[in-house]
């Protein structure tokens, strides 16, 4: 692993590539991404905070990148680090986050206090950091193929489960799409990220 300070950002791919989550939204340089954490430095080790199924939890530097490895056995992870301006926030908003150790995880992505997904957790924490104020905008979500541009069914199915419509377009987040904020410096990608243009300029 690169050499990483408390703040950085660790993008994963986690599953197989056409995961439902990856399918719906583009990272960096096209990569096709579809989970978040944050690097703290909590006990004397440095870990990363995760809202992940169940709850927000802390991970092991080691198993977060062995749980995103693809059938090769190399991981597929992004590295970024938050813009200089922007970083006295990271302690305030490691504090935060570290709070929110246990909040359920939400699997429905309803922007509830109550739970939390992925991407959300992040947000949230440098929101808290900066007084109320987002650092990182809340973006339209989508559950539409990046290809074709049509609703996949699993998503409506996903939803139908607990009697909801697909939410598409309302206020949330995505791993990737926050991948690609100008506030954030990628500066190592370790392993084949699906859809991860690497000549790109």
């Known amino acids: 692993m690169p050499q990483l300070v408390p703040g950085d950002l660790i993008f994963a ?6 995961n439902l989550i990856s399918a719906v939204v583009e990272g960096h340089r096209g990569a096709r991404i579809n989970h978040v954490g944050i690097v ?3 006990n004397g080790l440095l870990s990363v905070l995760e809202a992940i199924d169940p709850a927000v939890r802390l991970t092991s530097l080691e198993q977060y ?6 059938a090769e056995a190399r991981p597929r992870l ?3 680090r938050l813009s200089a301006a922007y970083r006295p926030l990271i302690p305030g908003a490691l504090t935060f986050g570290l709070s929110r150790l246990g909040v359920p995880y939400d699997p429905y992505y309803s922007s509830s206090p109550e739970s939390l997904y992925c991407s959300e957790l992040i947000l949230e ?3 808290h950091a900066n007084n109320g104020v987002a650092v990182f ?19 409506v199915a996903h939803y139908a489960e607990v009697g909801r419509e697909v939410p598409e377009g309302a206020a949330g987040s ?12 990628v500066y190592h990608v370790e392993g084949r990220i699906p859809g991860y243009a690497s000549d790109a300029r």
């Open 13 to 18: 791919a986690l599953g197989e590539e056409d």
């Open 40 to 42: 703290v430095f909590q």
């Open 65 to 70: 990148a062995e749980r995103s490895h693809c």
């Open 78 to 80: 992004m590295f970024a």
């Open 125 to 127: 924490m440098f929101r």
């Open 137 to 155: 905008p809340n973006t339209p979500l989508s559950f539409r193929d990046v290809q074709s541009g049509a609703l996949l069914e699993d998503w």
């Open 174 to 185: 995505h791993p990737a799409g926050l991948s690609r904020d100008a506030r954030l410096e």
